[in-house]
């Protein structure tokens, strides 16, 4: 199967009501090279024009943008631009050979004297999501005992996407994974965010996939919720096949219409821009985003 090759324009664009005075912020718009996506080109555009600019990669891998703005301006707007060939991911995958998901959760026990699992750090609470006993309940509906580890991740997308409604109203950037998981809906965030605390609270490590679908849909297949805006799906550990990406909005495996821009344990590590204002009063902020096949 060949290769796609995709490009992704993102445009945020902030507007103030009153002038900003000085202002420091975090972007993360620099897509990751992984097995699956090679970044073959990549150029931002921040206006007004920092004062300083600094990138250094995060602990997760992922590279990010420190910039300040040190002169009085009424507007932001960050743009970015990146081609990338994506390889197909599932052709050999076989969902039910993994590991049975029990001894994936007891790899992540601490032992004394024990090998440390790198991945450990991926089954603990993060800021937007607690370990919990509704999220093991209904995550134990999936795993049954002796359970392959992807069979049941699968399984648990699948219910996910036909239980909860996709809605953009009733979730806000900051919704915590249980406050969503008992609203049963919320948008693209909610969805993964509940899903990795199912997958956590059973032992299982899970992080926060952030990154783009692509807007135009295949022949013969559905538009994709998401694909106006950036877009998050899960990451799954899987010992022997590495980390398995679902997309749980979508209720597919995250493959050649989703390019990934980074990763961490929730949205909270990979907020697109984030950061301290001086100034600025109420703001208005417009979010645009293409991706288009070469």
């Known amino acids: 199967m060949r290769p796609t090759v995709l490009t992704v324009?993102?445009?945020?664009?902030?507007?103030?009501?009153?002038l900003v005075d000085t202002a420091q912020h975090l972007a993360t718009i620099r897509p990751i090279s992984t097995a699956a996506?090679?970044?073959?080109?990549?150029?931002?555009?921040?206006?007004?024009?920092?004062?300083y600019l600094h990138s250094r990669v995060d602990t997760f891998g992922n590279e990010v943008v420190y910039f300040a703005l040190n002169t009085p301006h009424e507007s932001l707007q960050v743009t970015s631009e990146t081609t990338v060939r994506l390889r197909a991911?599932?052709?050999?995958?076989?969902?039910?050979?993994?590991?049975?998901?029990?001894?994936?959760?007891?790899?992540t026990q601490y032992r004394a004297g024990a090998t440390f699992v790198p991945e450990t750090e991926f089954c603990f609470a993060s800021p937007y999501i607690a370990l919990h006993p509704l999220f093991r309940a209904y995550a134990l509906e999936s795993f049954?005992?002796?359970?392959?580890?992807?069979?049941?991740?699968?399984?648990?997308?699948?219910?996910?996407?036909?239980?909860?409604?996709?809605?953009?109203?009733?979730?806000?950037?900051?919704?915590?994974?249980?406050?969503?998981?008992?609203?049963?809906?919320?948008?693209?965030?909610?969805?993964?965010?509940?899903m990795i605390g199912c997958l956590r609270s059973i032992g299982i490590p899970a992080r926060y996939v952030s990154g783009y679908l692509r807007t135009i849909p295949l022949p013969g297949h559905a538009r994709l919720l998401g694909a106006d805006a950036s877009h998050a799906w899960v990451s799954a550990w899987c010992p022997g096949t590495g980390w398995i990406d679902l997309d749980p909005t979508n209720d597919v495996l995250a493959d050649r219409?989703?390019?990934?821009l980074a990763y961490g344990r929730d949205y909270s590590d990979v907020s697109l821009l984030r950061g301290m204002i001086l100034g600025g009063g109420a703001h208005?902020?417009?979010?645009?985003?293409?991706?288009?096949?070469?």
């Open 257 to 260: 219409d989703h390019v990934t």
């Open 144 to 194: 049954p005992p002796g359970m392959p580890v992807a069979q049941g991740a699968i399984d648990l997308m699948h219910r996910i996407h036909d239980e909860f409604e996709y809605l953009q109203t009733t979730t806000d950037f900051d919704t915590q994974a249980l406050h969503a998981f008992t609203l049963r809906s919320g948008v693209c965030q909610d969805f993964a965010q509940v």
């Open 284 to 294: 208005a902020v417009d979010v645009s985003v293409s991706v288009m096949e070469l």
């Open 89 to 107: 991911r599932w052709t050999h995958f076989d969902p039910e050979v993994t590991e049975p998901w029990e001894n994936v959760a007891n790899m």
């Open 9 to 18: 324009l993102h445009r945020t664009t902030y507007r103030y009501s009153t």
């Open 37 to 51: 996506q090679e970044v073959l080109q990549h150029a931002e555009r921040i206006e007004p024009e920092p004062s």
